[in-house]
């Protein structure tokens, strides 16, 4: 994405004088999470490792019992008690989902036994390379991690406590729940990510670049991630930029610290935007312009849902989706 900037500066003669940012959700690629869901997900997982690990290592005999079946029996009851729609329906989903992490937690503690076999011993399988049996026997310890995590979540559930760093998926352990105040979309569940948008002019229509993205797991402020957008802009000089705007979600001193050597800085709703009326107009409607930039990024270059797992899959996705338009710009230009 550098390059493609640098390029389009010294071969076509770009010359950014405006600067736009404004964040959106990269959605993880994963299915709505409910926790008798990740209990279901837990047993699975724990016994398909706890199978490849027994494969892999002879001495290792110890069995954990795929309980996929038992859970979804409580699965499906949850869904027959919520059609009920009184205070009986709460208590049933309550001991169900206690029921569902019971089960969890006995595959867990054959989990760990398996992994105490397996460490204890030197062996390895017939065909079976020392690499292969490391990463099998990782591959166990980190679902047993993630299944504990489950466990400990619903119980903090029910005895009200607060849920730090509640996990989502089993399988994209990066990914968190983020509330962005939509009413379509109350909760989302991935990544915020940054879009950091240089234009040559503030005239609707102008062509423009997009500096690669900057993303973080969770509800992330928008201020968090600006000073590595603004890191950005002075790794590849672009000392011609003397216009920035945001919207509201931006503070103005922590903005400015950022961007120190803007000559203005507008946001969106505040009283403190310096210039004529016309100007103020001018630089709101350049604002807009970035929800566009965002929409056309989700729709057209599939922005908007990672399928990479993890935060640097996140990242990874987001930063092709950007360089695929930004060819696409200079290539126009």
């Not at 290792?60 to 795929?66: I, M, Q, S």
């Not at 409607?285 to 797992?309: D, F, N, P």
Request: hydrophobic share 40%; proline share 4%; charged share 30%.
């Amino acid at each position: 994405i550098r390059a493609v900037v640098t390029g389009a500066r010294t071969k076509r003669r770009f010359r950014p004088r405006a600067l736009r940012a404004d964040s959106t959700v990269a959605e993880a690629d994963i299915t709505y999470p409910t926790d008798v869901g990740l209990c279901a997900d837990a047993v699975r997982v724990l016994a398909r490792a706890a199978r490849q690990v027994r494969s892999a290592v002879p001495d290792a005999t110890r069995h954990v019992v795929d309980r996929s079946r038992s859970v979804g029996k409580r699965v499906r009851a949850i869904g027959r008690s919520l059609r009920k729609r009184n205070g009986e329906a709460r208590e049933a989903v309550q001991v169900l989902t206690e029921e569902a992490a019971m089960r969890v937690a006995t595959s867990l503690a054959e989990s760990r036994k398996l992994l105490a076999q397996a460490h204890a011993s030197t062996q390895r399988a017939e065909g079976v390379s020392e690499r292969t049996r490391a990463r099998v026997i990782a591959n166990l310890a980190s679902f047993v991690d993630r299944s504990s995590k489950v466990v400990d979540q619903i119980r903090m559930r029910f005895a009200g406590e607060k849920i730090p760093e509640r996990l989502v998926s089993l399988f994209d352990p990066d990914a968190r729940p983020i509330r962005r105040g939509k009413l379509a979309k109350p909760n989302e569940f991935g990544y915020v990510v940054q879009f950091t948008e240089v234009t040559a002019s503030t005239k609707r229509g102008t062509l423009s670049l997009v500096l690669p993205p900057k993303l973080a797991a969770g509800s992330t402020p928008e201020n968090a991630l600006l000073p590595q957008a603004a890191a950005e802009v002075e790794a590849l000089g672009l000392t011609t930029i003397r216009e920035a705007a945001f919207d509201a979600g931006f503070t103005r001193v922590a903005t400015t610290k950022a961007l120190p050597q803007l000559e203005r800085i507008f946001i969106a709703g505040s009283k403190s935007n310096t210039g004529s009326k016309r100007t103020r107009r001018r630089l709101a409607c350049y604002r807009v312009g970035c929800e566009a930039r965002i929409s056309h990024l989700k729709r057209e270059y599939r922005a908007g849902r990672s399928r990479l797992k993890g935060e640097p899959g996140a990242r990874t996705w987001e930063s092709w989706a950007v360089l695929a338009y930004d060819v696409d710009t200079v290539a126009r230009m």
